[in-house]
């Protein structure tokens, strides 16, 4: 297993992380899988035996169980690994239990300690960007988790490329701790992040953390060109039909198809190698229902995508350059580069 700095911190991370949106199974989260203390044990395991040391929860998944159970199955082992929980999203009713503001963070944040079964999480991130609280009170009060040393790092996730940069700058100006990491959706399907987002992260040294790098499910090789969406996957209750750009999906698809035939290995292998070479990524998340998915998902990082089988999925999941990147890049490209490819 590869290792990584996150960001700019001295924090390391293994480059496939684990991801705990199945576990728990309570709500419409039982769509993404209904893992509990029992499996979930075997799965950690496996990861841990893997060499993966990066677990990555949030307080709204399955509305607090998803932590539960995380906590029981890392047990003893708590302190051999990183701990990410998320908060912004409403898991109660009432006033106050929603966003970004000082209270919300604080009390969250004692609920996931709580949940967890531990006295400190590694990296606590904002799940989504609030736009009703000041950047001040938000990162103050992890700040102050900080130094109360309830949480050691924080991090963002779903930001767009001016908040990240305006958190930055808050930070700065203020002296407060400032977002190590980002947690965006990057993949061969959505690449979007890459006009504003990674070159944000590679300019302030804010890593990236990769979530639903297979797109749902799209990249994994269950769904083809022709045929009907496979009845368990969870893209029929998250995603209406029409909203996927199906001939780009299906070209991507067998791109995956014809190197993993080559490799002798899986497409989602080949799907999240694609991801662990882009610029900027410090880690990648998976999740599984199982250990046959599990399994096949960790053997990703015991090989590597060629330059060039990189360079080949870029070109065949490429989208036009929206404005003004398009106008940089035609009148003026020798002062805008492309992002490299490998970092």
Not at 62 to 73: C, D, F, P, Y
Not at 113 to 133: E, K, M, P
Not at 202 to 227: A, E, T
Not at 307 to 333: C, M, N, T
Request: net charge neutral.
């Amino acid at each position: 297993m590869e290792y990584r700095f996150l960001g700019s911190s001295g924090l390391e991370v293994s480059v496939l992380g684990f991801g705990t949106m199945t576990l728990g199974g309570e709500g419409r989260f039982a769509a993404m899988g209904n893992v509990q203390a029992g499996e979930a044990a075997r799965l950690v395991g496996m990861c841990m035996d893997a060499g993966v040391n990066l677990y990555d929860t949030a307080d709204m998944y399955s509305a607090g169980k998803s932590e539960e159970v995380l906590g029981k199955a890392l047990g003893a082992r708590r302190k051999e690994i990183v701990l990410a929980s998320k908060v912004f999203f409403r898991i109660e009713p009432g006033t106050n239990k929603v966003g970004l503001s000082r209270r919300h963070i604080v009390e969250s944040c004692e609920a996931s300690l709580r949940r967890l079964n531990t006295d400190y999480i590694d990296l606590y991130q904002a799940h989504n960007f609030d736009s009703f609280t000041p950047l001040e009170e938000t990162l103050r009060a992890f700040d102050d988790l900080i130094r109360a040393g309830k949480i050691r790092y924080a991090g963002c996730s779903n930001y767009s490329g001016w908040q990240l940069m305006k958190a930055a700058s808050v930070s700065g100006r203020l002296g407060l701790e400032r977002y190590i990491t980002q947690q965006i959706n990057y993949s061969l399907v959505a690449r979007e992040a890459e006009h504003e987002l990674v070159p944000a992260g590679l300019d302030q040294k804010i890593g990236i953390m990769v979530w639903s790098p297979l797109q749902g499910g799209l990249l994994s090789g269950k769904f083809r060109r022709g045929q009907a969406r496979p009845a368990e996957s969870r893209l029929n209750t998250l995603d209406p039909a029409g909203t996927i750009d199906e001939d780009r999906l299906y070209r991507i698809v067998d791109a995956l198809d014809e190197i993993a035939g080559q490799r002798g290995v899986s497409l989602s292998q080949v799907a999240l190698n694609w991801a662990v070479r882009k610029p900027a990524v410090d880690t990648v998340i998976i999740g599984a229902r199982n250990e046959e998915q599990l399994a096949d998902n960790l053997a990703a990082a015991t090989w590597s995508l060629t330059d060039a089988e990189v360079e080949r999925l870029d070109e065949i999941s490429a989208r036009p350059l929206p404005y003004p990147y398009w106008h940089q890049r035609k009148f003026a490209g020798d002062r805008n580069p492309p992002l490299p490819h490998v970092r």
